[in-house]
């Protein structure tokens, strides 16, 4: 074993908590069982690491199984650093038909035709999901495998998931998925966050999308003090059509765990008072940032509660409307999303 495996072996039993480690292991499968009995997981973790290292280095182990290793941990534990959402753009007429193995073969062949020095593992889950671990080299460097892209697609869906990528290698992994997957564009989703479950079930649809038009009126609360009965009849009726504009605008039960939304604003500055600023001939420019652990629950809150006001603007409804949670807004309405396209010459 090198010093660039062992580095990755360390690093990743660093990332690994402590009650996840004996689980992983049997998952990765590559432990005998006398292997596994003669670890103690209840040492501190740099025993265990060490134990662990000893043993890679008795099988003459490589980076290659290390890093199955790191795909079975990051495959169960998807929730970490930021992901970026794309969407597969101009499908050909065979793009549903492209099958697991056929996208194993072509997704490697053209990244190594893009890239001299580039190590590819694809690992297929169960939810239908196709992981893709890249480490990425060039014409005079080894693959760095402390530093992968993760890519997470689903066949035959335009759809697909990407965290740690550098704008360097954004048009070589697009040009590589474009072409494997029957493609001729990807664009930009304007969707990211820290939880790939979350980004992925706003984008695909995959949570309760009921809208309903019609709501009861919420429960009276017990032991409650006499007041006037008409204005009871009010605040009831008020809170249930705040209700029903608050399910219409973000759906009804659990929504996916988004944690922030973007609107960048680029408009002309109108304010008849303020003519210095109003006579620019530059764009006014500023972001706004909603951030929270659960970014739509807390919106639907809001108008339900009556916190914020109802019906809700349709900056706020366009996130699970559209399946974004990046806007730019200008004079002229919504700027148009980005292409990549990629050339099949």
Not at 50 to 61: M, S, T, Y
Not at 206 to 219: E, G, I, N, R, V
């Amino acid at each position: 074993m090198d010093n660039s495996t062992r580095r990755l072996l360390q690093r990743l039993m660093r990332r690994i908590p402590t009650p996840l480690l004996k689980t992983t292991l049997e998952k990765w499968g590559r432990l005998t069982v006398a292997q596994r009995q003669s670890m103690d997981f209840t040492q501190p973790k740099w025993a265990v690491t060490e134990k662990l290292l000893a043993i890679c280095e008795e099988n003459e182990w490589t980076a290659k199984q290390i890093t199955e290793l790191e795909m079975i941990y990051i495959i169960d534990n998807p929730n970490q650093g930021m992901w970026y959402a794309f969407q597969l753009m101009d499908p050909e007429d065979d793009a549903h038909s492209v099958e697991l193995m056929q996208f194993k073969e072509q997704f490697k062949s053209h990244l190594s035709e893009l890239v001299r020095h580039v190590s590819v593992k694809i690992k297929k889950h169960t939810d239908e999901a196709v992981w893709i671990r890249i480490a990425w080299g060039d014409s005079l460097s080894r693959p760095n495998h402390l530093k992968p892209t993760y890519v997470v697609h689903y066949l035959q869906t335009p759809y697909v998931f990407v965290t740690s990528l550098t704008s360097k290698q954004k048009p070589l992994l697009s040009q590589a998925l474009v072409l494997s997957t029957r493609y001729h564009a990807i664009k930009d989703a304007n969707l990211s966050g820290r939880k790939l479950t979350a980004i992925r079930d706003l984008l695909m649809r995959q949570y309760q999308q009921a809208f309903p038009t019609k709501y009861p009126s919420p429960l009276a609360e017990k032991n409650h003090t006499v007041s006037n009965p008409r204005i009871e009849r009010e605040q009831a009726g008020l809170a249930a059509n705040r209700l029903q504009m608050a399910c219409e605008a973000f759906g009804d039960g659990m929504l996916p765990q988004l944690q922030s939304a973007v609107y960048k604003l680029e408009t002309k500055f109108k304010d008849h008072t303020n003519k210095t600023m109003t006579e620019r001939d530059e764009p006014f420019k500023c972001v706004v940032k909603f951030a929270s652990t659960n970014l739509l629950e807390s919106l639907r809150h809001c108008a339900s509660s009556g916190i914020a006001s109802t019906p809700v603007t349709p900056l706020l409804s366009s996130i699970p409307l559209k399946g974004r949670n990046y806007f730019v807004i200008t004079d002229n309405g919504p700027s148009p999303p980005s292409q990549m396209h990629a050339s099949q010459n």
